[in-house]
């Protein structure tokens, strides 16, 4: 078992910035990947970015890209996002995700096997 521990959600203004972590332990020999998802009122929860666990492959939706980065840390066994230039389309309950996929980049929900709880980030004046 993986379990994943997220923070540094909340709230900010448009064209505000905000980092989120997401902090692996368990069984993390197994993980290939590490994503964040999001997912907002009434809809579905739709890929933010994936790194693959060496850091060597990134992915990133069209929606984030350049405003967005996913990072990692070996060391801490941790996870960053770094959002930056927020747009109020970006509030949602943001997830990290391990995925045991091996070869693709995984960027659906589906082929991810653990999940952390959530974070809230809102994007507001």
């Known amino acids: 078992q993986v379990q994943l521990v997220e923070s540094g959600g909340g709230l900010v203004q448009p064209g505000g910035s905000l980092r989120l972590s997401c902090a692996a332990s368990?069984?993390?020999?197994?993980?290939?990947?590490m994503g964040w998802f999001r997912q907002a009122p009434g809809k579905e929860r739709e890929f933010v970015a994936a790194i693959s666990w060496s850091g060597a492959r990134i992915s990133y939706a069209d929606s984030v890209k350049g405003r967005f980065t996913i990072a990692r840390d070996n060391a801490k066994n941790t996870v960053y996002l770094q959002m930056n230039s927020l747009k109020p389309e970006d509030t949602a309950v943001y997830y990290c995700?391990?995925?045991?996929?091996?070869?693709?980049?995984?960027?659906?929900?589906?082929?991810?096997?653990?999940w952390g709880q959530g974070t809230q980030v809102t994007v507001s004046s």
């Open positions: 368990g069984s993390i020999f197994s993980i290939n990947a």
């Open positions: 995700a391990a995925s045991r996929l091996r070869g693709l980049m995984p960027v659906t929900p589906d082929v991810y096997d653990y």
